[in-house]
């Protein structure tokens, strides 16, 4: 019987402590399928870890070294499966084993005072039987899993909330986490100095001093350094979003202030190039005339519109581009049809064109080997249920990737960057996705927008603005 419950007890300690701590560092993140076969899987090989354990006589040595090798499997598997980083899991796993040793022992201490009326320090609690501490552990372990649910289910509350409040108070609430998580610190002393009036008690005050109170001071340390970290990156987040609105809001009022004279130029082009159509039919057939009707039309070439996507914006951007390539001596080929995509406001088009061929051209301009091709290669084309968006230009830099996510190297890491930030804001509103590939002398960029929008055309967009 008492080897039933010792199992039991240590299958509920196991299963309480790792669930809980699965359900911070994956908190609404998706894992790699048969994650949970190796969830269940690693919940059996660390029960057996820990059998094995109980038989090593250096108890110390040996839980430092179970606790090492714990915690590296579940560093591996949060990597692996969900991707959560080395660092980030080292900092959640510390404060959590921190937090849930001081409340699995605080609890465990006053259960124990309720249930055998003696104090756990006392020499009187050594009359207690192993079955009676064995009941009082798991009943522990289910009261700390009851508390886990309610703080979930309140941070779940908030969480929600806080995403919908502005900045500034957000901040305000990350401070009033970081005062409660000082407050505890406080209460703790004010607890130990009360025990000292009560003599039955007083033996409970070593613990709190000397156990609780240095662990909550080193915990809430950290706390309130994440807290911070926090702060400064809301911060930086929220500049670098008026940085890219800004820079939206710049491209889009570009873009529609050359939209009228680019209309105006293209009627103005077919109207020219109808009345030296007629000169051409009706002139003598005289030198002079042959050379001045062959003037006009060169003249009138550049102001053609090399090419037809199907949408205004977009027509300006890549003949824009193409201008500018053409003056760097880049190879500019686009081949894209958009007159089909009408559910794309006009404002991303431009976000999302400007800034691949923004940064196309820059690449393109770091090449000062002559014997190197300068081209840029853009495609857009419908495959499936897809709009994809293809783009490939040379290089000579080395680009540097961390988790799909495109790093500068540039020294204003700040302000450079901004770009590819302004692309998938862009794109979010979509459900778009874009992946780079990376080879030695080129580089391509591949955006993906699928059809199935719950959203109106841009032109709806536009007449409703109105």
């Keep these: 019987m008492l080897k039933f419950i010792s199992f039991l007890l240590l299958i509920v300690s196991i299963i309480v402590r790792f669930i809980i701590l699965k359900g911070i560092i994956t908190y609404k993140k998706e894992g790699k399928e048969n994650n949970k076969y190796i969830l269940f899987i690693l919940l059996v090989l660390i029960y057996i870890i820990y059998r094995i354990s109980e038989y090593e006589p250096d108890s110390y040595n040996t839980n430092y070294l179970v606790n090492s090798i714990v915690c590296t499997i579940w560093g591996v598997y949060y990597n692996y499966f969900y991707e959560i980083g080395y660092f980030r899991y080292i900092i959640i796993y510390y404060l959590f084993n921190i937090y849930y040793d001081l409340l699995h022992d605080i609890v465990y201490r006053f259960l124990f005072f309720i249930m055998t009326g003696n104090v756990l320090s006392s020499k009187e609690s050594l009359s207690a039987s192993y079955l009676e501490s064995m009941r009082i552990s798991i009943y522990t372990s289910l009261f700390i899993l009851l508390v886990y649910v309610l703080i979930y289910l309140i941070f779940n509350f908030f969480n929600n909330h806080l995403k919908l409040i502005n900045h500034e108070k957000r901040n305000y609430v990350y401070l009033l986490f970081a005062l409660i998580a000082n407050t ?29 109170a240095p662990k909550l001071i080193g915990a809430s340390s950290i706390f309130l350094v994440l807290i911070f970290i926090q702060i400064i990156r809301e911060n930086k987040l929220k500049s670098q979003n008026e940085l890219i609105k800004n820079k939206l809001d710049m491209q889009y009022t570009h873009y529609l202030s050359i939209q009228e004279s680019h209309m105006k130029v293209k009627k103005l082009y077919h109207d020219i190039n109808n009345h030296i159509c007629c000169i051409d039919k009706l002139k003598n057939n005289t030198k002079e005339i042959n050379e001045y009707v062959n003037n006009l039309k060169d003249e009138i070439k550049e102001f053609k519109s090399i090419y037809n996507t199907g949408n205004m914006i977009l027509d300006i951007i890549i003949n824009e581009k193409s201008e500018l390539c053409s003056k760097k001596g880049i190879k500019f080929i686009c081949d894209i049809n958009f007159s089909k995509i009408n559910f794309i406001k006009p404002i991303d088009i431009s976000s999302i064109f400007a800034n691949i061929l923004d940064n196309a051209i820059e690449a393109c301009d770091k090449i000062y080997n002559e014997d190197i091709n300068k081209y840029i ?44 930030k302004s692309i998938k804001s862009s794109l979010q509103k979509y459900n778009g996705e874009i992946l780079f590939e990376d080879e030695k002398e080129k580089f391509i960029l591949n955006i993906y927008i699928p059809f199935n929008q719950n959203i109106d055309s841009w032109a709806t967009y536009i007449d409703t603005e109105k």
């Design 377 to 420: 290669i853009i495609k857009g084309t419908i495959t499936k249920s897809f709009y994809v968006i293809k783009c490939e230009n040379s290089k000579i830099n080395n680009i540097i990737f961390n988790k799909n996510i495109l790093l500068t190297d540039k020294m204003d890491k700040f302000i450079h960057g901004i770009g590819i």
């Design 184 to 212: 505890s610190n406080i209460i703790i002393y004010y607890i130990s100095y009360k025990l000292e009036r009560f003599s039955w008690l007083r033996s409970e005050r070593y613990y709190f001093e000397n156990f609780v």
